[in-house]
């Protein structure tokens, strides 16, 4: 069984305490479990943003952080059996998607590209110095990045992704202290390459 398409988040408006109505995860990873795809569809949604832009991120174009994205979604709805709920559903994915765009990487047999084709040919004149601004600036920290250690940029873009630190370290698969260590040497990093 494979999930389906999933619908944008509906809003309801009515409701004075939006985590009053907000659904228990235990009960909806039990529900997708058994097979309820909208009870999927609900899990995916509230993970889906912070994954993509970890795939975004990690592999450097949309077309590859497409691809690791919905291999991610994949995993997860044929390992919902494995979700144990030792650590929340998001960080869950979160581990699922990283391995996904990393493979992705693998199978391309390339280091992150900056995805430039994705952007207009040519901004409009009185978009061209914020424009190049952005771009130069985007250039830059993808160079700096490149410099830090492979673990360390991981941990890091994890962290900056909205991740604690023992989020972290549950998806890396490493000891809490180490991932504090990369964290804090990948950011000394950046700050003496950007000159910050």
Same mark, same amino acid.
């Given at each position: ?9 509906? %809003? ?6 939006? *985590? ?16 309820? *795809?909208?009870?999927?569809?609900? +899990? ?5 943003? *912070? ?50 765009? %990393? ?15 994705? %952007? ?14 952005? +771009? ?5 920290? *993808? ?50 390459? +950007?000159?910050?």
């Amino acid at each position: 069984m494979t999930p389906g398409p999933f619908p944008e988040p509906v %809003l309801d408006g009515g409701v004075d305490d939006p *985590q009053a109505d907000a659904p228990d995860e235990a009960a909806l990873v039990a529900a997708a479990m058994a097979g309820d *795809q909208q009870a999927f569809r609900t +899990l995916w949604a509230g993970a889906e943003r *912070q994954a993509h832009a970890l795939c975004l991120r990690l592999t450097g174009n949309r077309a590859d952080a497409a691809d690791a994205l919905q291999e991610a979604q994949i995993a997860v709805w044929r390992n919902l059996h494995r979700f144990e709920g030792r650590c929340p559903f998001g960080a869950w994915v979160f581990s699922i998607a990283r391995n996904a765009a %990393l493979s992705v990487i693998r199978a391309r047999g390339r280091r992150p590209d900056l995805g430039l084709d994705d %952007l207009d040919e040519r901004p409009r004149d009185n978009q061209a110095a914020p424009f190049a601004d952005v +771009l130069v600036e985007t250039l830059t920290v *993808q160079a700096a990045l490149e410099k830090v250690p492979e673990k360390h940029r991981e941990a890091l873009l994890l962290w900056v992704g909205g991740m604690s630190y023992a989020q972290v370290a549950e998806v890396m698969g490493a000891p809490l202290n180490s991932v504090k260590v990369w964290i804090h040497r990948a950011r000394t990093s950046l700050k003496d390459q +950007l000159g910050r």
